[in-house]
C-alpha cells in the first residue's frame, strides 16, 4: 500500500507578536497576518505527511487501531493519501491484506467515505477504487454511471488504470449505455494512448489491436501493432490471458514484418 517514501519535514509554528509588533500601524500588523495565514495550508500538509509516515510506522508494528487514528489526523490535515490509506484499512479486498487486522473491522460504509474524502482531496489511487466498487458491485449496488463518475475523476487525476477503465466505458456499447455516455472511439483511443503511456499493459495491448485491425479511426499499421503488442508483452503478467495474447501477436507480427 505504501508507494512512495515520504520526506519528514520539521516545522514550527509563528511565536507571538512581541509588544513592538503590536505596536506598528494597524495596516503593518493586517498584512502581516495576511503573510502568516497563506502559511496555514502548508503547514496543515507537512503536518499531515508527518502523521501519515508515523501511522505507517504503527501498522508496521501491527498496532492497527494506532495507525487508523493517526491516517484519520493525517487525513483531517488535509492529507489525502491519509484518507486513501484509511479507507484500505476498512476494505482488506482493496488493500490486499490478506491477515486480519486486529481491532479494525471490514466496514465498507465507512471505506467509501474516507475514499471519497481522498478523491476530492486528490489522491487518484482513491477515485479508482470507488469506480471499480460501483462497476462491479461490491458490497454496493451496482451502478455503471456513478463508476464512470469516479473514473472520470481518477483519470482527470493522472491515474493511468482509470484512465483504461475510462476508454473501456466509451467503446463498449453496453458499458456506455448504461453509463448514460455516448459511445466515442476517438476519446476511447486517446484513454487508451493516455493508459498505456501509463504502463497499464491491457491498454497497450487494446491499442495494438486497433492499429492491427484498422479500428474506427485508425488505419491499419502492423508496426505500430507491433511495437504496442511488445510493450504490453513485456508490462503484464504472463499469466494473464491478455498478456498472452499481446505476447502472441508480438510473436506474430515480429515473424512477418
Known amino acids: 500500500m505504501k508507494k512512495i517514501i515520504l520526506i519528514l519535514i520539521t516545522t514550527a509554528f509563528l511565536s507571538a507578536c512581541s509588544k513592538k509588533e503590536i505596536e506598528k500601524p494597524v495596516e503593518e500588523q493586517y498584512n502581516k ?16 505527511e508527518n502523521l501519515f509516515e508515523q501511522a505507517f510506522n504503527a501498522y508496521d508494528n501491527h498496532n492497527y487501531i494506532k495507525a487508523a487514528e493517526l491516517f484519520e489526523k493525517s487525513c483531517n490535515s488535509g492529507y489525502a493519501q491519509g ?3 484509511l479507507a ?15 481491532g479494525i473491522e471490514y466496514n465498507i460504509t465507512k471505506a467509501i467515505q474516507w475514499h471519497e474524502k481522498a ?22 449496488p451496482e451502478d455503471f454511471h456513478k463508476s ?3 473514473y472520470q475523476k481518477g483519470c482527470d487525476g493522472d491515474n493511468a488504470e482509470a484512465c483504461f477503465k475510462l476508454a473501456n466505458v466509451y467503446s463498449h456499447p453496453y458499458i456506455s449505455e448504461q453509463s448514460g455516455v455516448s459511445l466515442n472511439y476517438k ?7 493516455k493508459a498505456c503511456n501509463g504502463n497499464v499493459a491491457d491498454a497497450c495491448y487494446n491499442l495494438g489491436m486497433y492499429y492491427h485491425e484498422g479500428r474506427e ?13 511488445q510493450k504490453s508483452c513485456d508490462l503484464g503478467n504472463k499469466h ?18
Open 240 to 257: 494473464d490471458v491478455v498478456t498472452k495474447l499481446a505476447c502472441d501477436m508480438y510473436r506474430k507480427l515480429d515473424s512477418t514484418l
Open 33 to 48: 497576518s495576511q503573510i502568516d495565514d497563506t502559511s496555514i495550508p502548508k503547514k496543515a500538509a507537512e503536518n499531515g
Open 83 to 85: 484518507c486513501g490509506a
Open 119 to 140: 478523491c476530492s482531496g486528490g489522491f487518484a489511487e482513491s477515485c479508482l477504487n470507488l469506480g471499480n466498487l460501483y462497476y462491479k458491485g461490491q458490497e454496493v
Open 88 to 102: 484500505m484499512l476498512y476494505d482488506r479486498r482493496l488493500s490486499s491484506v490478506a491477515h486480519d487486522l486486529n
Open 148 to 150: 464512470f463518475q469516479w
Open 187 to 193: 476519446e476511447a483511443f486517446q484513454l487508451y494512448e
Open 217 to 229: 479511426i485508425v488505419q491499419p499499421n502492423q508496426a505500430q501493432a507491433k511495437q504496442l503488442f
